[in-house]
């Protein structure tokens, strides 16, 4: 058991460019999330896959964010024309779905990317 | 609008003296309730989970769930100046789970 990897561990760009982050989840694990978390606020909820199909997007979700899980083993999330407000901290968690309740997550040590 | 709500602190306490982190939630369906460990710059840390109404000890942590009243507390024992961290609560229902700010912690030598 590795954990969760992500990479990479910060990214700087210009506003305006793509940039793409991977998650690889720990590996029994059949459920991975996506979370953002800003200075002094907790992880806030973006998407969840279980294993391939992603299940559910936050409402708060800019289009220009897209996440995949392609045979639901790593999983990458890319944000497209980034703007100054997505500098934040990207966290992917995972944890072993069961019928009747959620195992804990676990989590990467994230990624930070900064908008320039 | 699900929420998790915590006192933010700073929570200051003596080493060795017992710390005591309270959490409450807006949601009675909520299933699953989770503390958090979160050193500054690090990612979430799991500590403790708890399912079912009342205590779960593990060490020097003891986690206590109230479902009547939507609440959830971690109490540390013995604090130590390792033990200085934001602590986050957070809360599953379905397939999602919601977190709090977090209550940031200072254990003083």
């Known amino acids: 058991d590795t954990g969760v990897s992500q990479d990479p561990r910060h990214k700087i760009t210009k506003r305006g460019q793509n940039v793409t982050f991977r998650c690889d989840p720990i590996?029994?694990?059949?459920?991975l999330y996506w979370y953002r978390q800003t200075l002094g606020q907790g992880p806030e909820f973006l998407t969840y896959?279980?294993?391939?199909?992603?299940?559910?997007k936050s409402r708060l979700l800019s289009d220009r964010f897209s996440a995949e899980r392609p045979k639901g083993s790593f999983s990458t999330l890319e944000i497209q024309r980034t703007e100054q407000g997505d500098s934040a901290m990207y966290l992917c968690?995972?944890?072993?779905?069961?019928?009747?309740?959620?195992?804990?997550?676990?989590f990467g040590d994230g990624t930070r990317l900064s908008i320039l | 609008q699900k929420e998790v709500e915590q006192n933010s602190g700073p929570l200051s306490v003596p080493e060795g003296a017992i710390a005591s982190l309270n959490c409450t939630y807006s949601?009675?369906?909520?299933?699953?309730f989770f503390w958090y460990r979160q050193y500054s710059g690090k990612s979430p840390e799991l500590i403790m989970f708890?399912?079912?109404?009342g205590d779960k000890e593990d060490g020097r942590f003891t986690a206590q769930l109230n479902k009547a009243s939507q609440y959830v507390s971690l109490l540390i024992r013995d604090s130590q100046p390792s033990d200085s961290a934001t602590y986050l609560c957070?809360?599953?229902?379905?397939?999602?789970?919601?977190f709090g700010t977090g209550t940031s912690l200072t254990v003083i030598p």
């Open positions: 968690a995972s944890s072993l779905g069961r019928r009747g309740g959620n195992q804990p997550q676990h």
């Open positions: 957070a809360v599953n229902e379905g397939n999602q789970f919601y």
């Open positions: 896959f279980q294993n391939e199909a992603q299940l559910e």
């Open positions: 590996s029994e694990h059949n459920r």
């Open positions: 708890i399912y079912s109404n």
């Open positions: 949601d009675r369906g909520s299933q699953s």
